[in-house]
């Protein structure tokens, strides 16, 4: 299949006259490629695996070692760090799956099905089709990256339907836009809300944010993600990201649509939908099923976590407040609501749990790349050469690429801020750069790494029915232009922020 896949791209490129412009010819390239070279997400994890064992190797790292002190968070060797932070990722790991679950409840509801419904017959065009996926996906991750990976998956998966000659590897890919490009920079952004949060920012870290003159050791919202400078940056790669998306799409001639690619799309709502709410007719109704059948224990489900959210927030940011078991509970609430019989909400995280499969398999291995690089001293060292390469304009560009490139290799915003945040906000308040600004910096180059790997597509794909290399070659295309795009914006805005 990968082989008739690349030769079917191979002769789009070569072929046709409706082949779009050089950008649209570059994204088909590298689509041709990756779906001939890239291995699949699990492959790509694997061969991460030992790229950073032997960049450990290389810069000095001991193989074997462990530390004398039994609570000691460094000084372990590779192989004792990738054991470590192999089941690190575990909470997280669950918590990824509930979002998934939860997300694809929400997304499959009568209303919101609906909505996705209607949304998607607004495009009428294959290349309108992918740019207005991508627009709809940015939006929605700046809202919540969660939702946004099953809410625009679903919803390409719609458009491709409405409008059968557009390219679904350029839907696939246009979906996922989001969690590359503006997530990190809205509401739900990891190291934004950390740093905002006395309960989730550590106390090192905290430390060094007083020693930047916030007394109370936290930087709020308004200092990082709701700064005009972080505003108008976010905006200038939504723009971008969603110009790139029209200027990519791929003309009728090269389109490999979804019939192409052996995939059935059935409609989301209405006759023929694989989730149309209607219990099975041949199912015989017991006295005893009135239980699954009735609202009434949904309902009351959902009162008592209303009761609890209420207090919970209370007296608290709400931003600040929310973090991902609370983004978790607030779905699975809603997702009670909007099916509104437990048998409805029953049947839809069945059929979603296939799309938590990849994430069940990956993370740990992730946790163990993690690990090589927290516990040991590759993180330090790391940073360290980006301090000595910078001076004022220049540390924040390089905090972006630098962020970037860790996040490859370590995909966790949250977590990967909590180990880099002492020495990146340390090396700022030396430079003379605004702490705020560098969470933004920070969070627009963790956000690109998902572009070039395949960590975060996996929900993602798992609903489109796609493989890695069916969209990578796009979202490759859509880093060369977005990337630079916040480079550019950290750098010329820097000095308007600097301390």
Same mark, same amino acid.
């Given at each position: 299949?990968?082989?008739?896949?690349?030769?079917?791209?191979k002769?789009?490129?070569?072929?046709?006259? @409706?082949?779009?412009?050089p950008?649209?010819?570059?994204?088909?390239?590298?689509?041709?490629?990756?779906?001939?070279?890239?291995?699949?997400?699990?492959?790509?994890?694997?061969?991460?695996?030992?790229?950073?064992?032997?960049?450990?190797?290389?810069?000095?790292?001991?193989?074997?070692?462990?530390?004398?002190?039994p609570?000691?968070?460094?000084?372990?060797?590779?192989?004792?760090?990738?054991?470590?932070?192999?089941?690190?990722?575990?909470?997280?790991?669950?918590?990824?799956?509930?979002?998934?679950?939860?997300?694809?409840?929400?997304?499959?509801?009568?209303?919101?099905?609906?909505?996705?419904?209607? #949304?998607?017959?607004?495009?009428?065009?294959?290349?309108?089709?992918?740019?207005?996926?991508?627009?709809?996906?940015?939006?929605?991750?700046?809202?919540?990256?969660?939702?946004?990976?099953?809410?625009?998956?679903?919803l390409?998966?719609?458009?491709?339907?409405? %409008?059968?000659?557009? @390219?679904?590897?350029?839907?696939?890919?246009?979906?996922?836009?989001?969690?590359?490009?503006?997530?990190?920079?809205? #509401?739900?952004g990891?190291?934004?809300?950390?740093?905002?949060?006395?309960?989730?920012?550590?106390?090192? %870290?905290?430390?060094?944010?007083?020693?930047?003159?916030?007394a109370?050791?936290l930087?709020?919202?308004?200092?990082?993600?709701?700064?005009?400078?972080?505003?108008?940056?976010?905006?200038?790669?939504?723009? %971008?990201?969603?110009?790139?998306?029209?200027?990519?799409?791929?003309?009728? @001639?090269?389109?490999?649509?979804?019939?192409?690619?052996?995939?059935?799309?059935?409609?989301?709502?209405?006759?023929?939908?694989?989730?149309?709410?209607?219990?099975?007719?041949?199912?015989?109704?017991?006295?005893?099923?009135?239980?699954?059948?009735?609202?009434?224990?949904?309902?009351?489900?959902?009162?008592?976590?209303?009761?609890?959210?209420?207090?919970?927030?209370?007296?608290?940011?709400?931003?600040?407040?929310?973090?991902?078991?609370?983004?978790?509970?607030?779905l699975?609430?809603?997702?009670?609501?909007?099916?509104?019989?437990?048998?409805?909400?029953?049947?839809?995280?069945?059929?979603?749990?296939?799309?938590?499969?990849?994430?069940?398999?990956?993370?740990?291995?992730?946790?163990?790349?993690?690990?090589?690089?927290?516990?040991?001293?590759?993180?330090?060292?790391?940073?360290?050469?980006?301090?000595?390469?910078?001076?004022?304009?220049?540390?924040?560009p390089?905090?972006?690429?630098?962020s970037?490139?860790?996040?490859?290799?370590?995909?966790?915003?949250?977590?990967?801020?909590?180990?880099?945040?002492?020495?990146?906000?340390?090396?700022?308040?030396?430079?003379?750069?605004?702490?705020?600004?560098?969470?933004?910096?920070? @969070?627009?180059?963790?956000?690109?790494?998902?572009?070039?790997?395949?960590?975060?597509?996996?929900?993602?794909?798992?609903?489109?029915?796609?493989?890695?290399?069916?969209?990578?070659?796009?979202?490759?295309?859509?880093?060369?232009?977005?990337?630079?795009?916040?480079?550019?914006?950290?750098?010329?805005?820097?000095?308007?922020?600097?301390?």
């Open positions: 299949m990968a082989d008739s896949h690349a030769k079917h791209a002769q789009d490129v070569e072929s046709g006259a @409706d082949g779009g412009g950008l649209a010819q570059v994204a088909l390239r590298f689509t041709a490629f990756t779906e001939r070279w890239l291995p699949d997400a699990f492959g790509f994890v694997l061969v991460g695996t030992f790229v950073v064992l032997l960049f450990g190797l290389v810069t000095g790292e001991p193989l074997l070692k462990r530390p004398d002190d609570a000691a968070t460094k000084g372990f060797g590779l192989v004792d760090a990738w054991g470590l932070g192999f089941w690190s990722l575990i909470t997280f790991t669950l918590q990824m799956v509930m979002i998934i679950l939860g997300g694809y409840a929400v997304a499959t509801s009568g209303p919101v099905a609906r909505l996705i419904a209607r #949304l998607a017959r607004i495009p009428q065009t294959p290349r309108t089709a992918v740019a207005f996926v991508a627009a709809v996906a940015m939006l929605a991750s700046y809202l919540n990256w969660a939702f946004s990976l099953v809410f625009a998956a679903i390409a998966r719609e458009v491709a339907r409405n %409008v059968p000659k557009a @390219d679904y590897r350029a839907l696939g890919a246009m979906a996922f836009l989001g969690l590359g490009t503006v997530w990190a920079q809205g #509401l739900s990891s190291a934004a809300l950390q740093v905002a949060s006395a309960s989730s920012s550590p106390a090192p %870290v905290q430390e060094v944010i007083k020693a930047s003159g916030h109370s050791g930087i709020p919202l308004s200092d990082t993600i709701f700064t005009w400078q972080a505003v108008l940056a976010t905006l200038l790669v939504y723009v %971008v990201g969603v110009a790139m998306a029209w200027i990519i799409a791929p003309g009728e @001639d090269n389109s490999r649509t979804a019939e192409h690619l052996g995939i059935e799309l059935r409609p989301l709502v209405g006759r023929g939908s694989a989730y149309n709410g209607q219990r099975e007719e041949n199912e015989t109704r017991r006295p005893g099923d009135w239980l699954e059948h009735s609202p009434l224990f949904s309902l009351l489900i959902v009162l008592l976590g209303a009761v609890y959210l209420v207090r919970y927030f209370s007296g608290k940011n709400f931003f600040s407040a929310l973090d991902l078991n609370t983004v978790n509970l607030i699975f609430l809603l997702a009670l609501l909007l099916h509104w019989r437990p048998w409805r909400m029953v049947r839809a995280v069945r059929d979603g749990a296939p799309a938590a499969a990849g994430v069940l398999l990956q993370f740990p291995l992730y946790g163990g790349i993690f690990g090589m690089i927290a516990y040991t001293g590759i993180s330090a060292r790391l940073a360290g050469w980006l301090v000595q390469a910078s001076n004022q304009f220049l540390f924040p390089l905090v972006a690429i630098y970037c490139i860790l996040g490859i290799f370590v995909p966790s915003g949250g977590s990967k801020w909590v180990i880099e945040a002492p020495y990146v906000l340390q090396a700022a308040n030396e430079l003379k750069v605004d702490a705020g600004w560098m969470v933004v910096v920070y @969070d627009l180059g963790e956000a690109s790494a998902n572009l070039l790997q395949p960590f975060w597509m996996l929900p993602t794909l798992a609903i489109l029915g796609l493989k890695a290399r069916d969209i990578m070659g796009y979202t490759f295309t859509m880093f060369l232009a977005c990337f630079p795009a916040a480079l550019i914006a950290v750098t010329l805005l820097a000095p308007h922020v600097t301390g």
